[in-house]
């Protein structure tokens, strides 16, 4: 379909979602295109392991806003709009949550590398000497086989595709418990970071 066809495609249903049709908003929710728009952003504003949290707060901002978006401009470009502030917001509540934590550096685990070329917004990875030891903490809080698997990534050095080769699991479900560790991981630092705040 050309382009021109594919925007009338997204206008009708954003219209027809905008005047109460919530089959219509849900398609439109999850069309590949406008989850595209959103995770494309995401991504180079706040992070991979963040962009699942990103989009489902724009599908609620959607959600909530629709009725006032002007049928003048493409949706695509309202929802890029939306989600560029959706983004700002959360690097912003970021940065604020750092300040607090005065010389301690919030620790955002991922499994992306941190890159030179990377926006100063863009989260990267802590893993200097005095932070392993916090990480290290964490994955102990952590089940058997996310421990095994986290500490194959960051202290043996191991790629994902060799560690789903040591821990024996089919792909599919390695992605999803791979997904769950990192979330668990994430959750664990900032709380032990909390408790030595405190101390």
């Known amino acids: 379909m050309e382009e021109g066809g594919r925007d ?23 069309d590949t295109e406008i989850k595209n728009v959103i995770y494309g952003l ?13 989009y489902q ?34 690097v912003k509540k970021a940065q604020r949550e750092n300040k607090k934590a005065r010389d301690w550096s919030v620790i955002v685990i991922s499994d992306r590398e941190a890159r030179e070329h990377d926006e100063p917004e ?4 802590v893993l200097k000497q005095e932070r392993t030891e916090i990480i290290r903490d964490a994955l102990g809080e952590l089940g058997e086989r996310c421990n095994q698997m986290l500490t194959l990534y960051f202290f043996k050095r191991l790629p994902k595709h060799e560690i789903m080769k040591v821990v024996g699991l089919q792909k599919s479900f390695f992605s999803k418990k791979w997904n769950a560790c990192f979330k668990a991981l994430r959750r664990k630092t900032q709380k032990i970071m909390k408790k030595q705040r405190k101390k």
């Open 8 to 30: 009338n495609v997204l206008h009708e249903l954003a219209q027809q979602a905008k005047h109460g049709d919530e089959d219509a908003l849900e398609r439109l929710l999850t």
């Open 42 to 54: 995401a991504n180079k504003m706040v992070g991979r392991d963040n962009a699942d949290d990103v």
């Open 57 to 90: 707060e724009v599908c609620l901002r959607i959600y909530q806003k629709i009725r006032v978006w002007q049928e003048r401009s493409k949706i695509t470009t309202w929802i890029y709009a939306l989600t560029k502030n959706i983004c700002r917001n959360f």
């Open 122 to 125: 863009q989260f990267r990875i």
